[in-house]
C-alpha cells in the first residue's frame, strides 16, 4: 500500500545533540512538509520541498534544517541550536498541480523528546 | 496572512447527540478548505475538503461541513456523535500549492 513512513516513532536525545527524522513515500508526491506540533498549538509549518534539489522555510524553520535529494524523502534533521525541541513531527506530502491533487497525505508521526 | 480561528479548545457531548465544531478563516483569495481528525500520537486523516460547488460537503464517519462565505466560516457537523468520534479535529486553508494552515485544535470528548 503506498503511504508516507517515518521513522523512529519515538526518539530521546541529549541536550547539544543533532537528530534525523526519516520521513519517506511511496506515492510518487511532488511536494513534501514537515509540521511540529506541541499541545494547544496545532500545527506548524518548519520547512517544505515543492520539487527534488530545493526547499523552503516555513514559520518555524530556525533551528532545523532538511535535504530533498529525491523525490521519495524528505529528513529532518533537529539541530543543537533549537531551543525547545521536545514535540511531535508530522510529515506530509501532496500531488502538485490542479486542486483535486491539493491533499496532503500524513506520516503517522515521530516523538522526540529532549533529556 | 491567512489564519484559521478554532474558537473552542473543548468540547464534551453526550454520545448520540448532535455536534458541531466551529471553524472561522482569514483569507484573502479563494480558499481550499479542509477538516482532519487526529487520534492520539497519530497522524492526520482527511475527513472532508471544499474547493468550489456544492456549499455543503460530506465526508467519511458521517461529517459534513458548511462553507459560508458571508462568515468566513466552514464549521463541522454530525447529527449522532459515536464514542469512536472522540479525537482532535483540526480545520485547516490554503489555495493553490501554498502549504495549509492550520487551526490550533478541537478536543472532542464523548461521554456516555
Known amino acids: 500500500d503506498g503511504g508516507i513512513t517515518q521513522s523512529p516513532k519515538y526518539l530521546f536525545r541529549k541536550e547539544g545533540q543533532n537528530v534525523t527524522l526519516s520521513c519517506e513515500q511511496n506515492l510518487n508526491h511532488d511536494a513534501m512538509y514537515w509540521y511540529r506540533q506541541d499541545p494547544g498549538q496545532g500545527l506548524r509549518l518548519i520547512y517544505y520541498s515543492q520539487i527534488v534539489n530545493d526547499f523552503q522555510k516555513g514559520d518555524i524553520a530556525e533551528g532545523y534544517s532538511v535535504s530533498r535529494e529525491k523525490k521519495e524523502s524528505f529528513p529532518l534533521t533537529v539541530t543543537s541550536a533549537q531551543k525547545n525541541p521536545t514535540a511531535f513531527y508530522l510529515c506530509a506530502s501532496k500531488r502538485a498541480g490542479e486542486a483535486g491533487a491539493n491533499v496532503l497525505t500524513f506520516g503517522a508521526g515521530s516523538r522526540l523528546t529532549v533529556l | 496572512a491567512q489564519s484559521v480561528t478554532q474558537p473552542d479548545i473543548h468540547i464534551t457531548v453526550s454520545e448520540g447527540a448532535s455536534l458541531e465544531l466551529r471553524c472561522n478563516y482569514s483569507?484573502?483569495?479563494?480558499?481550499?478548505l479542509f477538516w482532519y481528525v487526529q487520534s492520539p500520537g497519530q497522524g492526520l486523516q482527511l475527513l472532508l475538503k471544499y474547493f468550489s460547488g456544492d456549499t455543503l460537503v460530506q465526508g467519511i464517519k458521517g461529517f459534513e461541513a458548511e462553507f459560508k462565505r458571508s462568515q468566513s466560516s466552514f464549521n463541522l457537523r454530525k447529527p449522532s456523535v459515536h464514542w469512536s468520534d472522540a479525537a482532535e479535529y483540526f480545520c485547516a486553508v490554503n489555495s493553490g500549492n501554498t502549504p495549509l494552515v492550520f487551526g490550533k485544535g478541537t478536543r472532542l470528548s464523548v461521554i456516555a
Open positions: 483569507y484573502g483569495a479563494t480558499p481550499y
